[in-house]
């Protein structure tokens, strides 16, 4: 059972919950009990050994229901259209570039909605603010579809961006609140697996439906995920209810107030999720464009990018187990170093086994560090005012996202491609430095006194 705070019994210690963000203090006990008392501390409850099956199990069905959900849904349904704007935009007269820049629309709405999805999320709660971000989703996704003059399919692709960066606090703040400390990691690594997974299977629904019925179709196909998500979220149970409550008890902190107050925070910790994010976004630029330049062919790239895919989403959980069992640390750095790796030996790659090869070295990278920007915000963020902060943290990443391929063309324009990848493999390996620097002081597994 759920026992209340005794003085008289160490294993019951009462702990709270917070960061050096938040100047609140973490205390790490001995002995088994003591974990899985830290792990409702996000709860306000203490816990026993012979309690922590008890209690795993409802918030874990509700979570699923609530949170996992909508994300497979609301990932397949941008899957199924992220192949496909591209090729409306040139149906409707664009150009490459142009095309090019409709697509970075997505990337552009999530950088601008970023620090208002924080405020709207402070005000009227992670749970509605899902719903909030199904329905405008669903709508960027009507106007994308009906779109006949490339300002209006920017438009629709642009609210699709805002509602997703909404979309991506709301789950990040409702999971921080809803799961116990314990299991944070694995919990945000498996949201982050389920999103991959969505966009794994959405091409391939959106390619059925785009055969049959037109490009239109897999806007379509998108609005539909977004409202089977909002009746999702509607009728499953808010567990973070009363937590709401309480953080809004009064009137809630603008945003600017609280990256101000957390500033140190965003730019020590923030800078190295910026870094993952970019050495992230940079994989995803740079193993095409250098299949490309050995002379594969798109099939072949698109077997190698397969490859490396399915090993990248194999690994979401054992990356939380990870960052559970042996802290942030543990996944974090290793993360980046192969990562790192990866890029400064995919130059050696002429063949399309070895590039397979490397490719699938960046994935394995990629899949250790899978949830781990997610895992640290949370860990970060105050208990007032975690959504503003989430808010600033999750631009942190985006910019580092925008970053990345940002860089590689900066620097393949002075050099060799290959030369650019090991200058991005040697800047990877400096972030994982960083991330060693800073990422145990906010961490809740590592022991405190």
Known sequence: MVVGPDATSPALTPLVHGTPATGSSFRRLTGPATRDAQSLVSCGVTETESTREESRGPWLRAVAVSAYGPTLLGSTGAGAVSPIIAISARELGASVGVAALLVGAVGLGQLLGDLPSGALAARIGERRALLVAAVVEAVGMLVAALAESLPMLFAGVLVIGLAGSLFGLARQAYLTQAVPVAMRARALSTLGGVHRIGYFIGPFIGAVVVARWGIESAYLVGGIASLCAFVLVLLAPDITASTHRVATAGPPLSVASVLMRHRHVLLTL???????????AVREALVPLWAESVGLSPAETSLVFGVAGALDMALFYPSGWLMDRYGRVAAAVPSMVVLGLGMMLLPLATTLVAVTAAATVLGVGNGLGAGLIMTL????????????????????????????????????????????????GVGALIGAGWLRVWVPRHDPTVRRT
Not at 273 to 280: F, Q, T
Request: charged share 15%.
């Open 377 to 424: 915000g949370a860990d970060a963020s105050p208990d007032d005012g975690r959504a503003q902060f989430l808010g600033g943290w999750r631009l942190c990443a985006d910019v580092g996202r925008a970053a990345g391929p940002l860089t590689l063309s900066a620097l393949t324009a002075v050099m060799s491609l290959g030369a650019s990848s090991v200058v991005l």
């Open 270 to 280: 923030g800078t190295g999720a910026m870094s993952v994010a970019g050495a992230r």
